[in-house]
Nanobody, 119 residues
Framework: QVQLVESGGGLVQPGGSLRLSCAASGSIFSIDDMGWYRQAVENKRERVASIMSDGTTNYADSLKGRFTVARDNAKDTLYLQMNNLKPEDTAVYYC?????????????WGPGTQVTVSS
């Protein structure tokens, strides 16, 4: 399985934007399912968005319209564009890559990148 490293997190004011990147150590062309989860302090990890190898995307209902997931197979990189950020978006964001077909929990995960939304 590939190794993943997230980047692009940081401190942003409410209403601002960030783009997270997730770089893979190898080709992601054949990886069926890639995506993002997040975990806020004292909360369980929650699904943010996913994108399949055919480009099909899926989002958490509460995030539709603000977050956009994309993948660049040529660069072996997954992205998460986050707009109109809110304080409740503060969390550690993790990317995953699942080539097993059994679900994200069986795939590779990055170490996470902190996103803090605060004025």
């Amino acid at each position: 399985q590939v190794q993943l490293v997230e980047s692009g997190g940081g401190l942003v004011q409410p209403g601002g934007s960030l783009r997270l990147s997730c770089a893979a150590s190898g080709s992601i062309f054949s990886i069926d399912d890639m995506g993002w989860y997040r975990q806020a302090v004292e909360n369980k990890r929650e699904r943010v968005a996913s994108i399949m190898s055919d480009g099909t995307t899926n989002y958490a209902d509460s995030l539709k319209g603000r977050f956009t997931v994309a993948r660049d197979n040529a660069k072996d990189t997954l992205y998460l564009q986050m707009n109109n950020l809110k304080p409740e978006d503060t969390a550690v964001y993790y990317c995953y890559a699942d080539s097993t077909g059994w679900g994200p929990e069986y795939g590779s995960w990055g170490p996470g990148t902190q996103v803090t939304v605060s004025s």
